[in-house]
């Protein structure tokens, strides 16, 4: 029964709840490196169509600066990976525990009367 509470308190934090968490509280948590990795899939789509797009215009420094857009973008992501390999990710309720917003059992209350 225990174990079904549990479950029930981390189902109780939205993904969006826990991406803000994630910007204010110390570390990075699931959902928050989620929401970065699609930002980031995000913005390789749109620098390879502006990567197309200098490549259809045959203009060659509107290329170098997308191309350089490019690098910029692999290399922060490839160093905010590997800072998350070597530091790991921290949960949710560690940061609700942090800040001070953890839930209160019902059980915890029933044994301090």
Known sequence: MEHQHAEADTGDVSSAQAVLLGALAPGVNAPTWITLKSAFLMLGVCLAVMLALAFSSSDSWLM????????????????LSWFLAETGLVSVEHQMREMGLEHKDHSENQKSK
Request: with cysteine.
């Open 64 to 79: 170098f600066h997308v191309a350089f857009f490019v690098l910029i973008c692999v290399t922060l992501f490839l160093l």
